[in-house]
C-alpha cells in the first residue's frame, strides 16, 4: 500500500516512487503481489476511501492474504489510538503489517515500544502543525483579515500582495437595507418576511448572525484565552458605525424584554394558585371563579384531583395574612438578621476582584494607551501596529470599567438588602397586603418551599424556610420551638413513623402526612393515620 497527502505530492514524495520501492522489496525476498493500493488521502484516521477497499478486499479473501506492507509506518496511519485498533484487528485476520524501511517482529514485546515511537512522531507532527495552522489564522486575523468562508454580502478575493481579503458583492445592499429597516424598529421576523417576498430567503440563524456581526463596520474578530477582541480590518466596511451600534441596542432591549417575561400564573384574586396543597390528596391546588345568581364574581381555590376541597380565595388570603403576622421579629432576631447579611456580602465579596485591584489595572491600561500614542509619534511603531494594539488595550478597557460598574452596583444592592431587610421582616403582613401578585407570590414561595396546606380549622406545611424559623424560634424562644407550638395558626407536618414490627413493605416509612389537626375536614382522612397524631 502506498499513500500520500496533497502537500506530501507536492514535495515530490510520489506514489510511483513507493510502488517501485515495494515492488523491488517483494521481488527482493520472494514475495508474491496479489493487489496494490494507492491513496491520496491524509491519514489522520483511518476513513479514507482506499483503505475502505483495501479492508473490504482483505474479509472477502481471508486467508488469501497474510502481508500488508507500507515503506514506512506514518504511510500506514498518522494516528497513534487508531492505529493499535486496525493493527490488532488485521492480526486476528491472520494479516501482519510491515514497513520495509523500519522493519519491527511485533511478536517481541519490547518492539512495541520502538512502533508507539513511530507512530507518535508523526502524531506529533500533525499535531504540530496544526497549532502552527491556529496561530497563522490568529496573526492573520490580527492584522485585519477575515479567514475562511466570506459572510453574506461579502465575497472572498486576494490583494495586490495575493493575501485573502473579503470585498463587498451584490448582496452588501441587501445587508445595508437590513439594519436600516432594523433601525426603524421593524422586527426581524417582518424583516425576513418582507425579504422573502422579493425572492430573498434568508434563514433565522443566518439573518440573526448577519444583525450581530461586526464585520459589517469593519472589524475582525481576534481569539484568544481570554474571550478575543476586535481589530479593524482590512476589508470596506458595508454599515455605518452609529447604525449598527443602534441597532444592537434595540436587539439587546427585546432579548431583555423576552428574557424578563413570565407567564401569568394567576390572577390578582387567585394569586395563591400553584402554592397550595389538597387537605386530603396533597395534589396541587388551583383555582378558578364562580358567577352567583347575582351575577357577582366568586373565586375559590380546589382540587382537581380528588374534588374534596374548596375553599373561598378571600377567606384563603386572610388565613394567608394571619399566618405571616406571626412571622414579626424583634430583639435579637434583628442582630442575627444582620449577621447573615454581612456574612453573605463578605462570601460575596471573596468571590469577586477587589475594586482596588480593578482599579489599578485600569490605570495600567490606560498608562499603556497613553504611551502607545507616543510611541506612534516617536516612530517606534508603525501604523498597522498602533491600531492592532490599540483597539486591543481599548477592548480591555471597556471590560475592566464595566467590572469595576457591576462591582459598585453589587456593593450597593447589598447595602439595601442591609438597610431596608430588617424593615421588611418586622413588617411583613403589611407588606404582604400591599404587594402585588408577583411579589405575594415570591413571599409565600420563599417562606414555604415546599408549599403548605391551608384549612379554616388549622393549616400545615411540610417545611419552612430554615432561616425564617431560626429567626422565628429565637423571640418566640427554642423551648416552643421544641414543642412544636411556634405557630398558632400554622403545624409543620409530623413524618408518620413505621409501628410494630411489621416488614417494610407492609408500610410506608416517613411519609408526610397530609391531614390537619386534629383531623381532616372532609372526614375522608378518618383512618388509622389520624391515630399517629398528638
Known amino acids: 500500500m502506498a499513500r500520500v497527502s496533497s502537500d506530501e505530492q507536492a514535495k515530490g514524495y510520489s506514489l510511483d516512487f513507493q510502488v517501485d520501492k515495494l515492488s523491488s522489496h517483494c521481488m527482493r525476498e520472494g514475495i508474491q503481489v496479489v493487489n496494490i493500493y494507492r491513496e491520496d488521502h491524509s491519514a ?16 472477502a479473501n481471508k486467508g488469501k492474504v497474510d502481508l500488508l506492507l507500507v515503506t514506512t509506518w506514518d504511510r500506514f496511519s498518522r494516528n497513534v489510538t487508531e492505529s493499535y485498533a486496525v493493527l490488532d484487528n488485521l492480526k486476528q485476520m491472520g494479516i501482519e503489517v510491515q514497513a520495509i524501511e523500519q522493519p519491527l517482529d511485533l511478536s517481541i514485546p519490547e518492539n512495541m515500544l520502538i512502533l508507539g515511537v513511530y507512530l507518535n512522531l508523526p502524531d506529533i507532527d500533525n499535531k504540530r502543525r496544526s497549532i502552527k495552522i491556529t496561530e497563522g489564522v490568529r496573526a492573520a486575523a490580527a492584522s485585519g483579515r477575515w479567514m475562511g468562508k466570506a459572510p453574506y454580502g461579502y465575497k472572498n478575493t486576494k490583494d495586490e500582495h495575493s493575501k485573502p481579503i473579503i470585498i463587498p458583492n451584490e448582496k452588501a445592499t441587501i445587508v445595508k437595507n437590513i439594519f436600516l429597516s432594523l433601525l426603524k424598529g421593524i422586527s426581524q421576523a417582518e424583516v425576513r418576511e418582507s425579504l422573502k417576498k422579493k425572492g430573498i430567503n434568508i434563514p433565522r440563524a443566518t439573518f440573526s448572525v448577519i444583525a450581530r456581526n461586526r464585520v459589517y463596520i469593519g472589524e475582525i474578530h481576534v481569539n484568544d484565552q481570554k474571550g478575543g477582541y476586535y481589530v479593524k480590518g482590512l476589508h470596506q466596511s458595508i454599515v455605518e458605525t452609529a447604525v449598527f451600534e443602534k441597532v444592537q441596542a434595540l436587539l439587546q432591549g427585546n432579548y431583555k424584554v423576552m428574557q424578563l417575561a413570565k407567564p401569568k400564573a394567576c390572577n390578582d384574586q387567585l394569586h395563591l394558585r400553584g402554592l397550595l396543597l389538597c387537605e386530603c390528596c396533597g395534589r396541587q391546588l388551583t383555582g378558578s371563579a364562580s358567577r352567583s345568581k347575582t351575577g357577582d364574581r366568586h373565586y375559590y381555590y380546589h382540587c382537581n384531583h380528588c374534588g374534596q376541597q374548596r375553599i373561598r380565595a378571600q377567606k384563603t388570603h386572610e388565613i394567608m395574612s394571619n399566618i405571616l403576622s406571626e412571622f414579626k421579629v424583634n430583639g435579637q432576631a434583628k442582630k442575627l438578621y444582620e449577621t447573615m447579611v454581612k456574612k453573605l456580602l463578605a462570601k460575596k465579596q471573596t468571590e469577586v476582584r477587589p475594586i482596588a485591584k ?6 495600567q491600561v490606560q498608562s499603556r494607551l497613553d504611551a502607545l500614542d507616543d510611541n506612534l509619534m516617536d516612530k517606534v511603531i508603525d501604523a498597522a501596529g498602533y491600531a492592532k494594539t490599540k483597539a486591543r488595550y481599548t477592548t480591555e478597557l471597556q471590560k475592566l470599567q464595566a467590572e469595576l460598574e ?14 431596608t431587610g430588617i424593615h421588611l421582616l418586622e413588617n411583613l403582613p403589611e407588606f404582604y397586603r400591599e404587594s402585588g401578585m408577583e411579589t405575594k407570590r415570591e413571599v409565600v414561595s420563599s417562606i414555604f418551599p415546599e408549599k ?41 407536618s409530623r413524618q408518620v413513623e413505621a409501628t410494630g414490627f411489621e416488614p417494610v413493605s407492609k408500610h410506608d416509612i416517613q411519609k408526610l402526612s397530609t391531614c390537619l389537626f386534629p383531623y381532616c375536614l372532609s372526614g375522608k382522612c378518618r383512618n388509622e393515620t389520624n391515630q399517629h397524631f398528638p
Open 358 to 363: 480593578i482599579q489599578a489595572e485600569i490605570k
Open 452 to 492: 403548605l396546606v391551608i384549612s379554616e380549622n388549622k393549616s400545615r406545611t411540610p417545611k419552612i424556610n430554615e432561616a425564617v424559623l431560626l429567626i422565628t424560634a429565637m423571640d418566640k424562644g427554642f423551648s416552643e420551638k421544641e414543642k412544636g407550638q411556634l405557630f398558632k395558626n400554622l403545624e409543620l
Open 44 to 59: 489522520k484516521n483511518f476513513n479514507r476511501p482506499e483503505f475502505k477497499k483495501l479492508l473490504t478486499y482483505l474479509k
Open 406 to 419: 457591576s462591582q459598585g452596583s453589587m456593593q450597593s444592592e447589598f447595602q439595601k438588602f442591609l438597610k
